[in-house]
T-cell receptor, first 114, second 111 residues
Framework: QKEVEQDPGPLSVPEGAIVSLNCTYS??????FMWYRQYSRKGPELLMY????GNKEDGRFTAQVDKSSKYISLFIRDSQPSDSATYLC??????????????FGKGTLLTVNP | NAGVTQTPKFRILKIGQSMTLQCAQD?????MYWYRQDPGMGLKLIYY???????DKGEVPNGYNVSRSTTEDFPLRLELAAPSQTSVYFC??????????FGPGTRLLVL
């Protein structure tokens, strides 16, 4: 089983839809959970990060972590064509000096159609 | 503030050639990283550094070398390029693990 699994999509939705992006993981040591957005031919940019379990909201974006199920989600409300990108989940453990090494999912390609 | 800069943007190499991918950051971050991204394969960590003079291997270090003589610069050296090294290379820096800032990438084609 891979450490981090992410459905590559592609996912295509109409403008205004609620989008749900998900990752599962197998390493129970992961404590930091991040979502990156990557536009075509650009570098990834950090969208949100959470520590341990719970929810975090930032504008139209909500990140959820369920450590009991080893499952994380990113919800996008009122999706816009500008949200069209690849979304990467990333995780790291909280074990002393190793928490700067991230493990990434393969990314989900999202297209929001006007 | 330029953030993380990478040069060149694109390069074609012949098998067996060598080259250095340049990476610089102006945010005074201690941590720096090199990743490669292959289509449909996500980001794989090649090497990382926790400060000037300190580097360590990541998940896929074979065929690469790094050095970190200053806080700002973290070049990646490819010796004896092989077709398997065709990829997009990203450099990143961070003050903490969860806030890595990525450069725009270098596209490398080895023929």
């Amino acid at each position: 089983q891979k450490e981090v699994e992410q459905d590559p999509g592609p996912l295509s939705v109409p403008e205004g839809a609620i989008v749900s992006l998900n990752c599962t993981y197998s390493n129970s040591a992961f404590q930091y959970f991040m979502w990156y957005r990557q536009y075509s031919r650009k570098g990834p940019e950090l969208l949100m990060y959470t520590y341990s379990s719970g929810n975090k909201e930032d504008g139209r974006f909500t990140a959820q972590v369920d450590k009991s199920s080893k499952y994380i989600s990113l919800f996008i409300r009122d999706s816009q064509p500008s949200d069209s990108a690849t979304y990467l989940c990333a995780m790291s453990p909280n074990s002393g000096g190793s928490n700067y090494k991230l493990t990434f999912g393969k990314g989900t390609l999202l297209t929001v159609n006007p | 503030n330029a953030g993380v800069t990478q040069t060149p943007k694109f390069r074609i190499l012949k098998i067996g050639q060598s080259m250095t991918l340049q990476c610089a950051q102006d945010m005074n971050h201690n941590y720096m990283y090199w990743y490669r991204q292959d289509p449909g394969m996500g980001l794989k960590l090649i090497y990382y550094s926790v400060g000037a003079g300190i580097t360590d291997k990541g998940e896929v270090p074979n065929g690469y070398n790094v050095s970190r003589s200053t806080t700002e610069d973290f070049p990646l050296r490819l010796e004896l390029a092989a077709p398997s090294q065709t990829s997009v290379y990203f450099c990143a820096s961070s003050p903490t693990a969860e806030t890595q800032y990525f450069g725009p990438g270098t596209r490398l084609l080895v023929l």
